[in-house]
């Protein structure tokens, strides 16, 4: 093993080592944001997030799926992956926001009113379209996406206290010695990282 080869082993298990060690998170917002604003901007994130993630799962299923020519085949499968992907990225988007808002609200509890928001959307979506009304059916498809959304915003803002979280005490770090360890083609690197 060569010497840049184990500086780059050491330096990287330094690294690792570092950005492992769990560090107090920012304080959020000290002042209460008002209900319609904090409800209105953890909607945008929401709609946000699921656009994101899914457009990406749509266009992800349209653009890989072969289905010899059966082109509404392949719009279907990437229908079902945007309303799953907004059901995903609906809470982390709402779960963000909220915590840049300073809430404590639970993701999996939004997340889970998520999925059952767009449980109802295509429970509502299957059954217009058994009645083969082509029009209505393209306004509930709507309802899938946006009832996930909404879903995400209701779960997570009844699972976030109304009472700000409780401040940390702001002393400083204690000194800290953490052992590193780096295994490379030739051998193991041994090192301290410490944090003074």
Do not use: H
């Not at 304080?27 to 899914?54: D, K, N, S, W, Y």
């Not at 749509?58 to 990437?78: C, F, H, K, M, P």
Request: aromatic content about 6%.
């Amino acid at each position: 093993m060569t010497l840049p080869t184990r500086a780059r082993c050491v330096a990287l298990s330094a690294l690792l080592s570092l950005s492992a060690r769990a560090e107090p998170a920012a304080e959020a917002a000290t002042e209460p944001v008002a209900p319609l604003l904090r409800v209105g901007a953890e909607t945008g994130g929401g709609i946000l997030g699921g656009f994101i993630l899914g457009g990406a799962s749509a266009w992800v299923i349209y653009e890989t799926l072969n289905t010899q020519g059966d082109d509404a085949s392949r719009r279907s499968a990437a229908q079902v992956g945007a309303a799953i992907g907004v059901s995903v990225g609906a809470p982390i988007g709402v779960s963000l926001t909220g915590k840049l808002l300073g809430r404590q609200g639970s993701f999996i509890i939004s997340w889970l009113s998520s999925v059952a928001g767009l449980g109802v959307g295509y429970g509502l979506y299957g059954l217009i379209r058994s009645g083969s009304d082509s029009s209505a059916a393209k306004a509930t498809y709507a309802l899938t996406l946006l009832l996930p959304v909404a879903g995400a915003v209701i779960g997570y803002e009844l699972s976030s206290s109304d009472q700000p979280a409780s401040p940390t005490a702001t002393s400083p770090p204690a000194p800290s010695l953490f052992p590193a360890v780096a295994v490379g083609p030739g051998g193991a690197s041994f090192a301290l990282v410490g944090r003074f």
